[in-house]
């Protein structure tokens, strides 16, 4: 398996400001994926983190509002800017590191924005 | 039309009840099926994948149906910690980048 460790776990921010989510991998993947839980609904793919290139981005995710990085196989981070109340979502980050198809992912920050 | 859609729930059972949750794909090409399972509050792990021939692990059986774009999760002899969210999972391949995530359906076993 996967470990994943995820922080901040919840952050409570003011409209306006940014925030970023840093997700450590316990193991080198090439992937690394960020989604959106927003309550009551299910995930959604924001963007596919690479090493050493641009993320892609989903349709309706833009780089200015959820840039990402990926400066090594183990590590990315999200940022979440310019936040407003429709931002308040639980954000997970999720690797699949044999290739199968099988999702490991991080325990969640989940975020209010005021 | 959603990409994936599942039985809206929630399911209330008791304990030792049989129960089944469906799920339906909108797209013919896709090569990869999955049910996951998230607990209130955690993040989602997977249950089991879904062969063609299906698959059994337990009390847990799952069926695909291509020609029909339909999966079934049936689980046997519910137990109290089987209480969770189910999702139904569609991928384009095995690769995490083009999974889909049906909404979910909660099942509660009560005792």
């Known amino acids: 398996s996967a470990v994943i460790s995820q922080k901040p776990s919840r952050d409570i921010c003011q409209r306006g400001t940014s925030l970023t989510i840093q997700c450590q991998v316990d193991?080198?993947?090439?992937?690394m994926f960020w989604y959106r839980q927003q309550p009551g609904q299910s995930l959604t793919l924001i963007a596919t983190?690479?090493?050493?290139?641009?993320?892609t981005y989903e349709s309706g995710f833009v780089i200015d509002k959820f840039p990402i990085s990926r400066p090594n196989l183990t590590f990315s981070t999200l940022t979440v800017s310019n936040m407003s109340p429709e931002d308040s979502s639980i954000y997970l980050c999720?690797?699949?590191?044999w290739g199968a198809g099988e999702l490991f992912f991080g325990e969640g920050s989940r975020l209010t924005v005021l | 039309r959603k990409e994936v859609e599942q039985d809206p729930g929630p399911f209330n059972v008791p304990e030792g009840a049989t129960v089944a949750f469906n799920c339906t794909y909108s797209?013919?090409?896709?090569?990869?099926f999955f049910w996951y399972r998230q607990d209130c509050r955690k993040e989602p792990k997977l249950l089991m994948s879904?062969?063609?021939s299906g698959n059994e692990d337990g009390r847990f059986t799952a069926q695909l149906n291509r020609a029909s774009q339909y999966i079934s999760l049936l689980i046997r002899d519910s137990k109290l910690s089987d209480s969770a969210t189910y999702l139904c999972?569609?991928?384009?391949?095995?690769?995490?980048?083009?999974?889909?995530f049906g909404p979910g359906t909660r099942l509660s076993v009560l005792p």
């Open positions: 999720s690797v699949d590191p």
């Open positions: 797209n013919s090409a896709s090569q990869s």
């Open positions: 879904v062969y063609s």
């Open positions: 999972v569609v991928g384009m391949d095995n690769y995490g980048q083009n999974f889909v």
């Open positions: 193991s080198q993947v090439t992937m």
């Open positions: 983190a690479n090493q050493g290139s641009e993320a």
